[in-house]
């Protein structure tokens, strides 16, 4: 399996600014995801980070609250604009990867969002 | 202190006992399925998985069971220890589609 990084893991961030989170994965893959999960929640697919192209976002996510950039095939970044409270979430990358002869799906360890 | 799972259902086995923890899912068309851990502090973590034309699959101290009949998926976990203790997550996805959907997840708390 793939070996996923993020930074930061956690931060504490003031309503109004933004926050760029970076996924580093040790391996090139095809497909990387970022998602959102929301305290007591489960998870939800913000965004499909394309390399070479616009990301391709989920129903209730759009591009300026949530710019993806995807430079190559190891690396992603999301940024969380002009953040309120309500997006104090965990945010986390995956990416596709072999379990055997299966591709499953891999998640870095999230990095931890409070914003007041 | 952690949040994920301070509002999900939650599962108590004592130590040593085996845990069952069950998922429905909503997509008959959904023909891949993976069970995940996620311990406080952390990512979810890949367990195991099956595919739609099997109904059973196991792995070291773990089983999955899939009913494609009643779209049902359950983890069962021999004997419980402590380190058990997470939120475990059930996801599908469908042929042809790169998009998993996620269960609500089922909080573990093993008694010592």
């Known amino acids: 399996s793939a070996v996923i990084s993020q930074k930061p893991s956690r931060d504490i961030c003031q309503r109004g600014t933004s926050l760029t989170i970076q996924c580093q994965v040790d391996?090139?893959?095809?497909?990387m995801f970022w998602y959102r999960q929301q305290p007591g929640q489960s998870l939800t697919l913000i965004a499909t980070a394309n390399q070479g192209s616009e990301a391709t976002y989920e129903s209730g996510f759009v591009i300026d609250k949530f710019p993806i950039s995807r430079p190559n095939l190891t690396f992603s970044t999301l940024t969380v604009s002009n953040m309120s409270p309500e997006d104090s979430s965990i945010y986390l990358c995956s990416v596709v990867g072999l379990a055997g002869d299966q591709e499953t799906q891999y998640f870095g360890p999230g990095t931890r969002l409070l914003v007041l | 202190g952690e949040s994920v799972g301070l509002h999900l259902p939650t599962l108590s086995v004592q130590e040593g006992d085996n845990s069952i923890i069950n998922c429905a899912y909503s997509?008959?068309?959904?023909?891949?399925f993976i069970w995940y851990k996620q311990e406080s502090g952390k990512g979810p973590q890949f367990i195991i998985d099956?595919?739609?034309?099997?109904d059973k699959r196991q792995g070291q101290r773990v089983t999955v069971l899939l009913n494609k009949t009643v779209k049902h998926l359950s983890l069962q976990i021999a004997a419980t220890q402590p380190g058990d203790s997470a939120v475990y997550f059930c996801?599908?996805?469908?042929?042809?589609?790169?998009?998993?959907?996620f269960g609500t997840g089922t909080r573990l708390k093993v008694l010592a």
């Open positions: 099956i595919r739609s034309n099997m």
């Open positions: 996801a599908e996805k469908a042929s042809g589609t790169y998009k998993y959907i």
């Open positions: 391996s090139q893959v095809t497909m």
């Open positions: 997509n008959s068309a959904s023909d891949y």
